[in-house]
């Protein structure tokens, strides 16, 4: 298990990743060729995977995120040390906080 901030991500075997996030079309990358996991509202900062791979977004704020690597990659962002990732899946989540009656996403 990763994590960064307020991101976490977390290895899945290719067999436990659903079927649509294998078979979707990717998010694009960004202007910079990344495949961003999550950008700071406040700051405009990313958390962003840098190498070749697919992300599929989740449906729902809630939904994880599905990453496939199949050369591995490393996490970036400003304010934080790189991740390297190896080759595989991975379920990506942003942290998440309870208010009264309901979960929302952590705002960075």
Request: glycine share 10%; aromatic share 6%.
């Amino acid at each position: 298990m990763y994590r960064q901030g307020d991101i976490l991500i977390m290895p899945v075997r290719e067999e436990a990743v659903p079927t649509p996030a294998r078979t979707a079309p990717s998010a694009p990358p960004d202007a910079r060729g990344r495949l961003v996991l999550a950008l700071g509202e406040a700051t405009g900062h990313a958390h962003a995977v840098v190498g070749t791979g697919t992300l599929v977004r989740g449906l729902r704020p809630m939904d994880p995120h599905f990453l496939h690597l199949p050369s591995g990659g490393r996490v970036v962002h400003e304010e934080h040390a790189a991740i390297p990732l190896p080759k595989g899946w991975y379920a990506v989540r942003r942290q998440r906080e309870y208010i009264p009656g309901a979960f929302r996403v952590v705002a960075d």
